[in-house]
């Protein structure tokens, strides 16, 4: 469309957050290329939710670390938010169904559809017995402006708005947030959006079902990941559903831990806490996207 417009290619700029385009685009031979940038933008958008009172202007893990160790029989061990119906994210709740993981975790659900599009290789989480168990809890709110939040696709009252922010106490009241990241199945792509990086601003360690080689991309930007505690060799899978079975086993060796032995992982992981949080807080967009824009 650029050439048929006959637009000067030099002077076309695409951002975008697919992580992997910048690096594609610049690799790819052709005689006219555009400027293309590659930005975490909800790591930026952030800042708009602390100004919108949505998430905390400061965030030390130290008083993460006091708030659960004095609520520790409240503490649940993982915090998972499912609002829109994939496949992946059907299978994952039919797994934390099967193995009674709900008393365990905070989790954000609405509904499970009749036809779930699974694939080969889950079967054991695709019994009738345990499909028509899981119908029978949803919904999964975790609060008020969670049971508000339902409906088609849309903003205000009887819509179901998918930005929509959870109450900083939930990540208080929860270790890890088990992350099912935007198009994970996509090919050469890697988009990660507020479900990554929210939860690691309120100082969450997080499994990830996302893109192949998420984390590797995440820590190319800066971040640490959490494979000193947990294994994080899914992220090298190159198979989809198998990627999805391993975060599962993750999950479930976790699941099994007290919750003072996941208070000491917590306590041990502070400073890569801190480490990614102090990131997000200090994130530039005038260094990260307006310089690269205009001064390259």
């Known amino acids: 469309s650029i050439s048929d417009l006959g637009l000067p290619f030099e002077n076309v700029i695409f951002v975008t957050n697919n992580l992997l385009a910048e690096k594609t685009h610049n690799e790819h031979e052709r005689d006219k290329k555009i400027k293309l940038v590659s930005f975490m933008w909800n790591v930026h958008d952030i800042q708009r939710l602390i100004r919108g009172?949505?998430?905390?202007?400061?965030?030390?893990?130290q008083h993460e670390i006091e708030y659960k160790s004095k609520n520790l029989d409240k503490i649940k061990h993982f915090f998972k938010v499912n609002r829109t119906n994939r496949p992946e994210r059907n299978i994952f709740m039919l797994f934390m169904n099967y193995y009674k993981l709900f008393d365990q975790s905070l989790v954000s659900f609405p509904a499970l559809p009749d036809d779930g599009g699974y694939p080969r290789g889950f079967e054991k989480y695709l019994t009738k017995e345990n499909i028509e168990d899981l119908k029978s809890k949803v919904p999964f709110d975790i609060d008020k402006t969670d049971e508000t939040n339902h409906g088609d696709a849309g903003f205000g009252k009887g819509f179901f708005n998918a930005d929509l922010p959870f109450q900083p106490i939930h990540y208080k009241n929860s270790f890890i947030s088990v992350v099912m990241a935007a198009f994970p199945f996509e090919d050469n792509a890697c988009h990660l959006h507020s479900s990554t990086f929210n939860p690691m601003y309120c100082g969450h360690p997080i499994i990830q079902f996302g893109p192949?080689?998420?984390?590797?991309?995440?820590?190319?930007?800066g971040f640490k990941t959490?494979?000193?505690?947990?294994?994080?060799?899914?992220?090298?899978e190159p198979d989809h559903w198998k990627r999805l079975q391993k975060v599962m086993d993750v999950t479930l060796q976790l699941s099994k831990l007290s919750n003072k032995e996941m208070l000491k992982i917590f306590i041990d992981m502070k400073n890569v806490l801190q480490h990614n949080v102090d990131l997000i807080t200090n994130f530039d967009v005038k260094s990260e996207l307006h310089d690269r824009i205009f001064n390259d």
């Open 226 to 236: 959490f494979g000193k505690w947990w294994d994080e060799s899914y992220d090298d």
């Open 53 to 61: 009172k949505n998430l905390p202007k400061k965030v030390d893990i």
């Open 212 to 221: 192949y080689q998420s984390l590797k991309e995440m820590k190319e930007r």
